[in-house]
């Protein structure tokens, strides 16, 4: 008779537990974190600093310099601002696209001495230039590197001038350029970055003779090359759509 208590009151109590975790709410279901997709159009703006040499090689004997194969460079510098647009693609974990951008400049230097003469003053200055670039990086999630290179263009003042004559020519140019740099989407559509690019615009002459009192024109006033070279870090904010 005591078995047979036992037993009833061991499938009693065994019964009221089945039931209590019938009644019991079930632990909720924590959804996966969606990765981010790099996929779109974006678009924004970029500032920073930007620092490069100028060179001048001089063709010919002229006003500003001594002798024919005659060179000398300086440095120059500012600041940078423009916008950016372009699209990416993901395929896994790399990230395919094209950028495009295009930058106000205050890269360039003014009040240079010439080393053939004191009285010569060289100014050159990088009005602007823009870039067009195939882009590769690789994404972490939310973060990516990448790297660039392609087309660059842009328009290079150079003025020389001593106390009573003076000579300035500005001219577009095109050249090319590589960098890299890293991205982190802080929402899904605000996009923080830090890029590094080096821009060649390559060389344009400066060609103009002195025309004599007879209406000949005489040996040259000045002949020269100016080559154009120049990085720049940018701090960039943009929109992806």
């Known amino acids: 008779m005591r078995v047979l208590s036992a037993a009833v009151l061991a499938v009693l109590m065994s019964s009221s537990a089945f039931a209590a ?19 779109g159009f974006y678009a924004g703006v970029h500032g920073g600093y930007g620092w490069g040499d100028v060179d001048y090689s001089f ?3 002229g006003h500003y310099n001594d002798d024919a194969g005659d060179k000398f460079g300086h440095s120059v510098g500012g600041g940078v601002f423009g916008g950016q647009i372009g699209y990416n693609y993901q395929i896994n974990n790399f990230v395919v696209g094209i950028a495009g951008s295009l930058s106000w400049s205050d890269i360039g230097k003014a009040g240079v001495v010439s080393p053939y003469d004191e ?10 230039y823009g870039t067009v670039t195939p882009r590769i990086g690789y994404a972490f999630d939310r973060a990516q590197v ?61 060609d103009q003779n002195v025309v004599r009192y007879d209406g000949d024109s005489s040996e040259s006033f000045t002949n020269h090359d100016v080559d154009t070279k120049f990085s720049t870090v940018t701090a960039t904010i943009g929109y992806k759509f």
Do not use: C, M
């Open 21 to 39: 975790d019938l009644t019991q709410e079930p632990a909720p279901v924590v959804a996966a974190a969606e990765s981010f997709n790099w996929t």
């Open 59 to 61: 063709n010919d004997d």
């Open 119 to 128: 009285d010569d003053i060289f100014e050159t200055k990088v009005d602007w």
């Open 146 to 206: 990448f790297a660039k290179g392609g087309l660059a263009f842009g328009r290079v003042s150079n003025h020389v001038h001593d106390g009573s004559d003076f000579v300035e020519v500005k001219d577009t140019r095109t050249g090319w350029t590589v960098g890299a740099g890293a991205e982190y989407a802080v929402t899904n559509n605000v996009l923080l970055g830090l890029e590094y690019n080096y821009v060649d615009l390559g060389s344009y002459n400066i």
